[in-house]
């Protein structure tokens, strides 16, 4: 069925109950998929009977992932960074999937670390060109993955049975200041501006697009050292299952666009993923006015 214009439709419900009749056969990419989160949703994916491809840096990792799925992944090195390595994962997974096909795109790949945004040199000696590899793997990439996803994606016909789903990943670190760390938050806000952005239009291709939001997992991207200080604090995590689950969640029921999911502590929400309803403005903002006149004007800036 043909989608329509996005509306703010108010926040998901979201229960304990997931239908995935429609995921077997479907082609998932899925970049940083060889560690953590990526790896669960890879997994998830696979014993959902979806083909997965694995875009990942990591081949040892990304190749002992698929080993264990026995025919439902391959695996394909690829930095995120690098437009030709990513073409090739695309034409991997439309290569090696079971209907051709390109369905369901994850741009997952992401990196925390020192940031020299924040770390200042010795204002006596040269200014130091700052390494923007956070924001380059970050968001870069995931524009590389988004960009790609949507050329995949047009180029196949359309069947009722598969639907045409990006989902972009980014963190609670799109919501709030992350002090210290510039470039994770740039990167993270800059992902959910893509989502937002891209749900204006892509609606016309008939492909969803949405964004999940995890606060913090358990996974190799944190470090002993933070998980024990967030230990000691006695802050709650998320979990990587429930994240996986989000993903499902959005892969399988066609209703769900242009949302942001917060993947949130059970204490929070009991599936440990919550509908974050912080993307759209509410009646009396002036936000929302200046929202809908550039909603009527924008793309005009582009003609
Ligand atoms: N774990 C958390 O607390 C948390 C919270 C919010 C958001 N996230 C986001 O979730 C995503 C996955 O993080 P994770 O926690 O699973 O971390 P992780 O370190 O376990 O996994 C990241 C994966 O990305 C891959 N990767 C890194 N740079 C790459 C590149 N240039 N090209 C290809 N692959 C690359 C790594 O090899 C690794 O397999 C990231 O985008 C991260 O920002 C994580």
Redesign the pocket.
Known sequence: MPMTEYQDTGPLKIGPDLDLSNLPGKSVIV????????RAYVEAFAKAGSFVTI????ET?GKEVVQNLAGKAQFVK????NWDDQVRVFEAAVEASPHKSCDIVIA?????GKDDLYTLQDPHGPPVKPDLRIVE??LI?TIYTAKLAMHYMRRQPLESSRDRCLII?????AYIDNAGSPQYNISKFGARALMRNLRRTIWEENIRVNLVA????R????GQKVQDYLDGQGVGFALTEDAAKAMLKIASDTSVNGRALGIVPRVTAPEGYMDLDKDDYKEGDIVKTWQEIALATTRFLVE
């Open positions: 970049t940083g998929g060889a560690s953590g989160l990526g875009a990942d840096f990591n990792a690829c930095d995120v960074r997952n790949a992401g990196i925390v793997i970050n990439g990943k980014a963190s609670i670190a995890p606060w913090y997992v996974t190799p991207i944190l």
